[in-house]
Nanobody, 123 residues
């Protein structure tokens, strides 16, 4: 079992930055692919970013490519999402996901999910 807890959300003006954190506990964190999804009010949950367990491969939605960066601190069992040049359309609840399968994480079918953290970008 893996437990995921997100933090770092908040209110920021357009053009600003936030860094989200996802702290993992439970099984061997280093062997898990990790990813971020988001869901805006009235919209479907959508993929944001992911990385495989080794970090050798990263994946980004076109809407965030060049602005967001996913990274990982193995010593802290934490994955981060650095979000720069934020736009009002980035407003959503952001969720962290984990799975031993990178494909499962990227497709939103990962076994483990956090409770979410709210990001609000004002114009």
């Amino acid at each position: 079992q893996v437990q995921l807890v997100e933090s770092g959300g908040g209110l920021v003006q357009a053009g600003g930055s936030l860094r989200l954190s996802c702290a993992a506990s439970g099984r061997t964190f280093s062997m898990y692919a990790m990813g971020w999804f988001r869901q805006a009010p009235g919209k479907e949950r959508e993929f944001v970013a992911a990385r495989n367990w080794s970090g050798g491969s990263t994946y980004y939605a076109d809407t965030v490519k060049g602005r967001f960066t996913i990274s990982r601190d193995g010593a802290k069992n934490t994955v981060y999402l650095q979000m720069n040049s934020l736009k009002p359309e980035d407003t959503a609840v952001y969720y962290c996901s984990a799975d031993t399968s990178t494909r499962a994480v990227v497709t939103g079918t990962g076994d483990y999910w956090g409770q979410g953290t709210q990001v609000t970008v004002s114009s």
